[in-house]
Each structure stands twice: as structure tokens, then as C-alpha cells.
């Protein structure tokens, strides 16, 4: 009689969680929700999180509030969300540069990048491109004036970058090798930082996103050069991309997705990425994303985790063509 009273209550036990896991997971979100911004403030990848929190917060009905914790080309914000509680409440923001260029110039980071590993993905969301910029006071109005510079003074002329290992980083050094120019990198720890630098005079020119300069960009501030797609930009039209400046095929796009900590619930996951495709197709929203010069992006986690494996790839054979090395 024990054995079967305790058969029944272990079976009793196992059918309650079985029954209850479940509906625990579509309770989600029952508490405010953070997401870790790996970057600086006042860039656009900050400033387009933002957006998406206040979103998420209005289709979800719980708090999503954002945390920045920039530096070292994002590796410290992505190492502290790697080891965030996996419950569904701690996010992080998963751009280019922590998740695309930095495993193409460390050779070892404290988190892996690859879905499935340190992080599940749950979607891509937004894509702009990156824009050479000069500050104002410089004397260059083209590519063509500023490459001559840099050839007339081999490693004289210095860049600042949102960190090593970002985006905006890796895109200067693309440049630098298909114009055959030899630059001086300076990182900072976030947009608003380096730009201060160029506003300042203290560097001449830098990477960023279109959304992180267009603001200084239209006040003056900054003189964009080249924009990296192949078409020109609908929110800079007089700028000329890269490409058509002579250097054909020259493209880099900075990008914007979202993931969580390893084992975090498959059904979190899933509502999620379902709750950013519904968002994404909304005509406020997709309006909203254009003001801030990013460009929507839908799919599945599965199509995020192929993206990203091909950015990797990608970034690394410009590492090696450029000698880019972060360690």
C-alpha cells in the first residue's frame, strides 16, 4: 500500500508540473522584462531599443525597460546578459557588432555568439546602413580628397569606432583596405562619445549608422561621405554611396535583433519572435522604424540563426583581408 500511495503521488506530482509548465510560460510576461543594450547611449542601436521596449510594453502589457552597459566593442553588456537568470525576463539587444564582427577579430570571447550556444536568438528586427562621416571642421568634401590624405600620411590619419569589434570598426578597416590607406584607429566606448570627438576636432572621421549621425549630419555638426549600400539612402539622398565613388560592391549593413540566455523557455522564445512579426507588420510601426532610418526585418529564429552564422563568416574574411585583430 505505501509503494502504491507513493507511485500515485510521484505520478500526481509529475502530471501537476506537466500540466502547469505550460501555462507558467504562456503567463509570460508576468513582471517587467529587461533588455540589455551592449552599447552606449545616444547611438542608434540605443535609441532604436528604446522604440522597440516601448512597443513591446504597449502589445504586452508589462514593463520593458532597457539597461546600457557599453564598452569593449559590447563584450561586458553581452557577457552579463550570457549569464542573466534564462526565465524570459532579461533580454538583450543583439546587434552587429557583439554578435557578427567580434568573433571574426577575438580569439576568445567569455560568450559565444552562435544560436545555441550562449544564446537562443529570438528575431531579427532592423537593419541601416553604416555612413563615413567627417566632422565638419575638416577639409575633405569626398572619399576622394580624403583617401588622398591618408595615402599623402601612411597611419597619420585617425578614425574613432564605437569600440574594437563593432561594426563601425570593422566597416572603416574595409574601406581602408579596398582604398589601399593605412588609418589610425581610435575606439571609444559608444556613438555619442566618438562623435563628441569629431564634433571636437580631436578626430577626423569615423563609422556609424545612418541613425546614429543623421541628427548632427542635418544640424551641420558632421559631413557625411559615403554611405555603405548600394542604393543611396532615402534619409541622406545628396550623399553618394561608397560604391559609386569607385569602389564598387563596398556594402555594410548594422543590424538590430533580439535574444535571450541559453535554456530560456522554448514557449517565451516562440511568443516573442511571433509577437515581433505581428509588430513588424504594422503599418505605425513600420512608420515609426523609418523615422529613425532603420529598416524593418521579419522573419523566423531559424532565419536569424542562419543570418547571423553568414555575418560571421563574412566579417571574418574582412578581418583577414585587413589584418584587423582585436587581440
Avoid at 7 to 26: D, K, N, S
Avoid at 164 to 176: D, R
Wanted: charged fraction near 15%.
Amino acid at each position: 500500500m505505501r509503494r502504491l500511495m507513493a507511485g500515485l503521488v510521484a505520478f500526481g506530482a509529475t502530471g501537476w508540473f506537466a500540466a502547469t509548465a505550460p501555462a507558467a510560460a504562456q503567463e509570460w510576461p508576468a513582471r517587467t522584462v529587461r533588455i540589455i543594450i551592449p552599447l552606449g547611449p545616444g547611438g542608434g542601436g540605443d535609441v532604436f531599443t528604446r522604440a522597440l521596449a516601448e512597443e513591446l510594453q504597449k502589445s504586452m502589457g508589462q514593463p520593458f525597460v532597457v539597461e546600457n552597459r557599453p564598452g569593449a566593442g559590447g563584450i561586458p553588456g553581452t557577457e552579463f546578459a550570457k549569464n542573466a537568470p534564462p526565465d524570459g525576463y532579461t533580454l538583450t539587444m543583439c546587434p552587429s557588432g557583439p554578435f557578427g564582427v567580434n568573433p571574426a577579430i577575438y580569439s576568445k570571447l567569455p560568450y559565444n555568439p552562435l544560436p545555441g550556444t550562449d544564446f537562443e536568438v529570438i528575431g531579427n528586427i532592423g537593419a541601416t546602413p553604416q555612413n563615413l562621416v567627417v566632422g565638419a571642421q575638416q577639409p575633405w568634401k569626398t572619399l576622394k580628397e580624403l583617401v588622398a590624405a591618408a595615402k599623402a600620411k601612411p597611419g597619420e590619419v585617425a578614425y574613432g569606432s564605437l569600440g574594437i569589434g563593432s561594426t563601425s570598426h570593422l566597416t572603416t578597416e574595409a574601406f581602408a583596405s579596398a582604398a589601399g590607406v593605412k588609418l589610425n584607429h581610435i575606439p571609444f566606448k559608444g556613438s555619442g562619445e566618438a562623435q563628441a570627438q569629431l564634433i571636437g576636432g580631436n578626430v577626423p572621421m569615423m563609422s556609424d549608422t545612418v541613425p546614429g549621425v543623421l541628427a548632427q549630419v542635418k544640424a551641420g555638426k558632421l559631413r557625411a561621405l559615403g554611405v555603405a549600400i548600394p542604393q543611396r539612402s532615402p534619409h541622406l539622398p545628396d550623399v553618394p554611396t561608397i560604391a559609386e565613388q569607385g569602389y564598387p560592391g563596398f556594402e555594410s549593413m548594422g543590424w538590430i535583433g533580439l535574444a535571450a540566455p541559453a535554456k530560456t523557455p522554448p514557449e517565451v522564445l516562440a511568443k516573442l519572435n511571433a509577437e515581433l512579426q505581428k509588430m513588424l507588420a504594422d503599418p505605425a510601426v513600420k512608420a515609426r522604424m523609418d523615422q529613425l532610418a532603420f529598416t524593418p526585418v521579419r522573419g523566423t529564429r531559424e532565419e536569424f540563426a542562419a543570418f547571423i552564422r553568414a555575418e560571421i563568416a563574412k566579417w571574418s574574411q574582412v578581418a583577414k583581408a585587413s589584418g584587423a585583430k582585436a587581440d
